[in-house]
């Protein structure tokens, strides 16, 4: 019994990856013990094409620079929230080192919803000011020493993360989706060479109807991609005569402009390139020659090259 013939290559990816599963599923379901030995490799291809088509939503990187984020934005307000406890202390002293310590945080404002490296800036010029004697000693009387290294080491943790983005390192996260079709499509075709294999060697009912299936499968795709093409042609056809409407009127001048004939040209139906440069091929029927043009700003045809 004949096996068919399927081109994977022309499937698109969730396609490709659904005709394995099938494969897959209709092998198992045989249950042929000279096949079974081929359905795990085939498996782990399914799951690493899997995790390409359907790669993680966050990236690590920015997920972690969020988390880090997130510490040093608390260790800010823990220093805030003791600066407040301060100015509600009946000492004199600690009010005093409050206030101190309230006025150099006032000289940095929005710095939680700055962006990330503003942020980070502000904070170490905010450290900075913080290591003076008086707010060193302000922080002391506040018990807040601890609070203000606990600032320090987030901020620079964080800027640490943030400029190793750009350590100038190729990324090696990014998955090679060419690569896993190509395993896939090895781990489906030694399914399929072995079910010609066995029909040759073991014919059986169960090979034959296993046979018949996956034929049935290719049958089915093929005519998927059959569909598609008519679609796709008539859609081409469509956006053509369009396009042919557009220029038809325009073509008696662009005829007495390049010295053709009246009525020689026609449009060919090629186009090439876009925007600006997008250009149109005609065809002389006098002359058998073949000539480009393309649209002026006003919506006239010009010899294609004949201007900047």
């Known amino acids: 019994m004949k096996v068919k013939e399927m081109n994977l290559s022309r499937l698109r990816n969730m396609e490709h990856y659904q005709f394995a599963i099938h494969v897959l599923e209709m092998a198992k379901e045989a249950n042929l013990e000279k096949m079974k030995l081929l359905f795990k490799p085939l498996e782990e291809a399914i799951r690493h094409e899997d995790e390409a088509l359907n790669p993680p939503r966050i990236d690590p990187a920015t997920e972690e620079l969020r988390l880090r984020d997130a510490e040093r934005d608390r260790a800010y307000r823990s220093l805030q929230l003791a600066i407040e406890m301060g100015l509600l202390a009946e000492e004199s002293a600690t009010k005093e080192a409050a206030k101190k310590l309230r006025e150099i945080l006032s ?92 029909d040759d060697l073991e014919p059986s009912a169960d090979v034959s109807e296993l046979i018949n299936r996956y034929n049935q499968l290719v049958d089915n795709r093929h005519t998927l991609l059959s569909q598609r093409a008519t679609l796709n042609k ?7 005569a369009g396009i042919e409407a557009m220029l038809i009127p325009l073509i008696p001048a662009f005829e007495r402009e390049i010295g053709s004939a009246p009525g020689s040209l026609s449009f060919t139906g090629e186009v090439k390139g876009s925007g600006k440069d997008r250009r149109f091929k005609f065809y002389d029927q006098r002359t058998k020659v073949w000539t480009w043009g393309k649209l002026r700003a006003d919506g006239t045809l010009a010899p294609w090259g004949a201007e900047p």
Do not use: Q
Request: hydrophobic share 45%; aromatic share 6%.
């Open 234 to 240: 008539a859609a081409h056809d469509r956006k053509i």
């Open 107 to 198: 000289r940095y404002p929005g710095v939680l919803t700055a962006d990330y490296d503003s942020e980070t800036g502000a904070l170490k010029n905010l450290l900075a000011d913080l290591k003076s004697a008086d707010a060193a000693s302000a922080l002391t009387a506040l018990g807040a020493t601890a609070i203000a290294k606990r600032l320090e080491d987030t901020n620079a943790a964080f800027d640490g993360l943030f400029r190793g983005r750009f350590s100038g390192a190729k990324s090696t996260n990014a998955i090679d989706l060419k690569a896993r079709r190509a395993a896939t499509d090895a781990a489906v075709n030694a399914i399929v060479r072995r079910m010609d294999s066995l």
